[in-house]
């Protein structure tokens, strides 16, 4: 069975105080951790798979916790930030596919709360690539100030997630392009280089890239690293650099190369010249 990545912890520390009291309130912190922020499964259609997620209580006061699904996907800004919406919101959701249990559970300090779920897949033959949801673990504590006519209790809460990414198997198209890449040089101002990345395939990409400049002898003068690009299926995000050197007048080439995995790796070379 795949488990998805390697046990990580993923740790969420808050403490958001709020009261409608005037004068000084404790604040407290929650801190949860998941066992698996992601699970990915490659699964044909009708097929099932079961697995577990540890929640562990680190904090110092027993946490209520609440579980519930939703939808996410990428950004268009490409930075590994996320839009969420309720089950059946976006394309590609795996959300009604996911069964879980416990729905809610106290955990208490220093102990572990073990969640079971099971993801079915559809039997339906026109699936095909990723689909997604998110598991979400919702903690609360409440203050422990006793409320009186003149004030009200606070409950301070976090949220922290397992991401679900579910491939059909066999049906995976990883394929993305560099797109309206642009090299801006001058002997003054550092190296700019800009451009998009386009994701032409059915799974979302995490793609990681660099760039160098070559003179027009070959040799590299210069190198440096592209931002990491998170990118939906379908979509199309920007990437900006710059090298902050100074280079010498005279005809260069730019080479930037984004590494999207499994054999996926993107190379555009685009020509310069400093006066």
């Known amino acids: 069975m795949s488990r998805g990545l390697a046990s990580k912890r993923l740790i969420a520390i808050v403490g958001l105080a709020s009261s409608l009291l005037l004068g000084a309130r404790p604040v407290f912190a929650i801190n949860l951790s998941a066992s698996q922020p992601v699970v990915r499964e490659t699964l044909k259609p009708g097929a099932a798979i079961q697995g577990s997620i540890e929640l562990t209580n680190s904090g110092q006061e027993p946490v209520q916790v609440k579980l519930y699904l939703e939808d996410w996907r990428y950004t268009e800004a490409g930075d590994g930030n996320k839009d969420f919406g309720p089950p059946g919101t976006f394309p590609r959701s795996a959300a009604d596919w996911i069964r879980f249990r416990p729905q809610q559970v106290e955990i208490a300090p220093g102990k572990t709360a073990i969640v079971d779920y099971t993801i079915t897949v559809p039997q339906d033959t026109t699936l095909d690539g990723g689909y997604y949801a998110v ?141």
């Open 135 to 275: 598991l979400f673990f919702e903690s609360m504590i409440a203050d422990p100030t006793q409320a009186d006519q003149d004030s009200v209790a606070v409950k301070y809460a976090a949220r922290l997630g397992s991401l679900f990414l579910v491939e059909i198997d066999n049906t995976v198209r990883r394929e993305a392009t560099l797109k309206d890449v642009q090299v801006t040089a001058a002997a003054a101002t550092p190296l700019r280089i800009q451009g998009s990345l386009s994701n032409e395939g059915n799974v979302s990409l995490k793609c990681s890239g660099t760039f160098h400049v070559m003179s027009a002898q070959g040799m590299v003068t210069a190198r440096g690293e592209l931002p990491l690009r998170y990118v939906w299926p379908g979509n199309q995000v920007p990437f900006e650099a710059e090298w902050p050197g100074k280079l010498a007048s005279g005809a260069y080439s730019t080479v930037a190369t984004y590494d999207c995995g499994d054999d996926l790796v993107l190379v555009e070379e685009v020509a310069a010249s400093v006066p």
